[in-house]
């Protein structure tokens, strides 16, 4: 048990002077030097977006590999930490002992199989989740009663303004947009939305609408 405690207090002495010297030798992947300082220019505002968006994609690769390094060193500075506690090879969940062929091939590991936590969930989250409830998704309010301007309106409004999509992914022109009558749309109303005493209405699609419906219920044989 010694001697396999002392491989794996070997191996993590080396992997965390391999990512130290890495993180330095690269100054942490080129993120020490501005995005336009690779372009050789105090400014790339006047340069052609197929460079920036070049250096836009490398400046995102750089950061994902710095992250991932850095997070590589963390779990080895962790596991070194463990050891010289005393309480490396016991699980941080359950407290029982992790095999040692799981240590073998993971020597970082600080839970046991059935304790480990999401690969996949990235351990830095936006800031933003801390302030917005729900942190993504469920945004829409379509299907549900309330008629409150949700996250798909805002969309919709921004969308008017032109996007990359082609056409057919584009929102119909015609869909209201901060109203769900067309009644709604077209009428002018005081600060708390009476009508009885205002007249005044607006000449928009809602009201071609509108105006259309009611010419086809008078005349519906045209």
Known sequence: MDQQMKNIRDYLNHEKKRLEERLCSNNHFGLEQGMNDSL??????????????????ERGKDIALNEEAEE?????????????????????????????ERLEAKPTAAYCIDHEPDSHSSMRRPVEEKVIHPSFGEHGQDGSEETGFDAEDAWQEVERYGTSNPPAFSTEEDEPHGYVDDFEGF???????????????????????AEEEYKAHLHPEE
Not at 46 to 57: S, V
Not at 87 to 100: E, K, S
């Open 187 to 209: 009428t002018v109303t005081d600060l708390h939305g009476n009508t009885e005493e205002i007249s005044e209405i607006t000449h928009n699609a809602a009201y071609r609408r």
């Open 40 to 57: 050789g220019e105090l400014s790339g505002y006047d340069n052609h977006p197929a460079d920036i968006g070049t250096e836009l994609y």
């Open 72 to 100: 590589e060193l963390q779990e080895v500075n962790d596991a070194l930490f463990r050891l010289a506690q005393g309480t490396y090879g016991q699980c941080l969940a359950c407290g029982d002992p992790i095999r040692y």
